[in-house]
């Protein structure tokens, strides 16, 4: 390993791979969504997230439907429209979702052109393994920015060291009903339905929460 890369460190490394990455996923009119190191040493990974610009972006929560909700719903709306249905209605995300708009023709061009910068750059020794993709369904947050987008949908969180409020406790699971300049507050997953402040430095990771038709779990608890 050249001197050079021996003493770059993390911060830095993570710094110029976001400089170059966010250059080439801008002629493609997308945003950096995260960037995360994987591993050290021989063949790092290192995994770039592309998405649509998000910010003043605001996608509302469609619970998706259950096969008997889909079905009722065809009978007494045949020829519906979105824009036609009730205000209360629960409508069915699946075929008037907001497009990603990522492909993997963008993912795969984004590769080709953070890897020759990398090349030039030459700060990893040896091998290395590059991976850009989009956030995907059960996205992770990588600033507390990316959550205003999300108002009313449900979210998991894993705190660095416990609540103060909640002792001995650091995951929580709830819907994302306020986000501020650093916290961000959770209505729980509980009878009591109670409201959690959480502030944004305490975060270990959050991550989205994709709720699936037919069985309405999340993927963690459906594996169950």
Not at 47 to 57: A, H
Not at 78 to 94: G, I, S, W
Request: hydrophobic share 35%; with cysteine.
């Amino acid at each position: 390993m050249k001197e050079q890369e021996k003493n770059i460190g993390k911060a830095k490394l993570l710094g110029i791979v976001h400089d170059i990455a966010a250059v080439a996923a801008k002629s493609f009119n997308l945003n950096i969504w995260g960037i995360e190191l994987l591993g050290s040493g021989t063949r790092p990974v290192v995994r770039i997230f592309v998405d649509t610009p998000w910010e003043d972006k605001v996608i509302p929560f469609f619970k998706p439907l259950s096969r008997e909700e889909k079905s009722r719903q065809k009978s007494v709306h045949p020829m519906a429209k979105k824009d036609d249905l009730p205000e209360d209605d629960t409508f069915d995300d699946e075929n008037f979702s907001e497009e990603s708009g990522v492909s993997v023709d963008d993912c795969a061009e984004i590769s080709r052109l953070i890897g020759l910068s990398l090349e030039v750059e030459d700060i990893f020794a040896d091998a290395w393994i590059l991976e850009v993709s989009s956030p995907g369904l059960e996205r992770n947050f990588y600033e507390i920015g990316q959550l205003r987008p999300y108002l009313g949908h449900p979210v998991d969180v894993t705190l660095e060291l416990p609540h103060k409020e909640f002792a001995d406790r650091k995951k929580f699971r709830g819907t994302l009903k306020e986000v501020h300049t650093n916290t961000f507050t959770l209505i729980l997953d509980n009878p009591e339905g109670q409201e959690c402040v959480i502030d944004w430095d305490s975060v270990k990771k959050a991550h989205l929460i994709h709720i699936f038709p037919e069985t309405n779990l999340t993927k963690t608890n459906s594996r169950k």
